[in-house]
């Protein structure tokens, strides 16, 4: 629960930085030309120091806020691996694996090839 609060903030975070992002006074002028009224209100460096401090701020936040969620990431409850438990059913039910008592029987040894020799001409 805890993990799905911080990726929470984690978003709210990202989103209010694009807008204070879109907001701050570029070069250009940016969004911030067009909110006179505020700068009206502040002044203009009061609110370009206000938005630059939030963006540090939602900066900070946000790795912060990553931090703490990568130790409060939900544990696998799985000990060990798929493969793990693959490779642990075939040699339980590979027949080739299976103790000498209970192997298939083999053929016994006979002196006897069996396929028949081939007979060399002799040079009589």
């Given amino acids: ?3 799905l ?3 929470g903030l984690i978003v709210l975070a990202s989103i209010l930085m694009c807008f204070i992002v879109l907001i701050q ?9 067009s909110f006179a009224s505020s700068n009206q209100i502040m002044g203009v460096r009061k609110t370009t120091d206000f938005i630059e401090k939030m ?3 939602l900066a900070a936040a946000m790795v912060v806020l990553s931090i703490l969620t990568s ?4 544990k696998a409850t799985v000990e060990t691996s798929v493969i793990e ?9 590979n027949p080739l694996n299976a103790p ?5 029987p083999e053929a016994p040894a006979t002196s006897t090839p069996t396929a028949p020799e ?3 001409p002799s040079d009589n």
């Fill in 100 to 104: 000498s008592g209970f192997a298939a």
């Fill in 118 to 120: 081939a007979q060399q």
């Fill in 85 to 93: 438990q693959n490779a642990l059913k075939e040699q339980t039910t």
């Fill in 5 to 7: 609060l911080f990726v």
């Fill in 71 to 74: 130790y409060v990431l939900p």
């Fill in 1 to 3: 629960m805890l993990y």
């Fill in 55 to 57: 963006t540090w701020g």
């Fill in 25 to 33: 006074n570029s070069k250009g002028g940016g969004l911030a030309s």
